[in-house]
T-cell receptor
Framework: DAGVTQSPTHLIKTRGQQVTLRCSPKSGHDTVSWYQQALGQGPQFIFQYYEEEERQRGNFPDRFSGHQFPNYSSELNVNALLLGDSALYLC????WGQGVYQETQYFGPGTRLLVL | AQKITQTQPGMFVQEKEAVTLDCTYDTSDPSYGLFWYKQPSSGEMIFLIYQGSYDQQNATEGRYSLNFQKARKSANLVISASQLGDSAMYFCAMREGGAGNTGKLIFGQGTTLQVKP
């Protein structure tokens, strides 16, 4: 049973550049959520995708955008990178409609982004 | 506002002993779920255990149990018979279940656990 996969594992960019991170959900899952985790902090919710639509968004600027494809995989795009965007980006997948408080999110290994 | 508090930045435990990691939460939603995740140095968040707000029994999963005290809004993780491989960062998280909520998890700051041989 394939778990959540993310690519790339590491990435180095310079300020002002754009980056795209990719995520494939766990087999059987249809919902993808993205989180940003700064060093020494807990993850912060960026947004969630279901049925190719953004369903909920956290407190992140419009520079952060995403997409979900018909096969449920997802991309996170960040434009005009800032030094403060350096973080571990985690993707989590889940199955929609399992009961509002019963759904469990399973995480991938993350992408470590360093902005210089 | 929804909030998760983990007051222990770091904990030490002797191998084979039990350890309790504290978590308190704040929410006005009567329907919510509480989760614990383990994050080794590799970075991946590993799901450990879940407790629903309407569950009557404390959740257990192998060596992990959740001490759920609803009136006190606490959801402490108990790890029995600690192993060296339990050394990691542990996060408590909450998801509210009200209408329109789609699964956003709120995480605490985490507790670093080190198991001594």
């Amino acid at each position: 049973d394939a778990g959540v996969t993310q690519s790339p594992t590491h990435l180095i960019k310079t300020r002002g550049q754009q980056v795209t991170l990719r995520c494939s959900p766990k087999s059987g899952h249809d919902t993808v959520s993205w989180y940003q985790q700064a060093l020494g902090q807990g993850p912060q919710f960026i947004f969630q995708y279901y049925e190719e639509e953004e369903r909920q968004r956290g407190n992140f600027p419009d520079r952060f955008s995403g997409h979900q494809f018909p096969n449920y995989s997802s991309e996170l795009n960040v434009n005009a990178l800032l030094l403060g965007d350096s973080a571990l980006y985690l993707c989590a997948s889940s199955l929609w409609g399992q009961g509002v408080y019963q759904e469990t999110q399973y995480f991938g290994p993350g992408t470590r982004l360093l902005v210089l | 506002a929804q909030k998760i508090t983990q007051t222990q930045p770091g904990m030490f435990v002797q191998e084979k002993e039990a350890v309790t990691l504290d978590c308190t939460y704040d929410t006005s939603d009567p329907s919510y779920g509480l989760f614990w995740y383990k994050q080794p140095s590799s970075g991946e968040m590993i799901f450990l255990i879940y407790q629903g707000s309407y569950d009557q029994q404390n959740a257990t999963e192998g060596r992990y149990s959740l001490n759920f005290q609803k009136a006190r809004k606490s959801a402490n993780l108990v790890i029995s018979a600690s192993q060296l491989g339990d050394s990691a960062m542990y996060f408590c998280a909450m998801r509210e279940g009200g209408a329109g909520n789609t699964g956003k998890l709120i995480f605490g700051q985490g507790t670093t656990l080190q198991v001594k041989p």
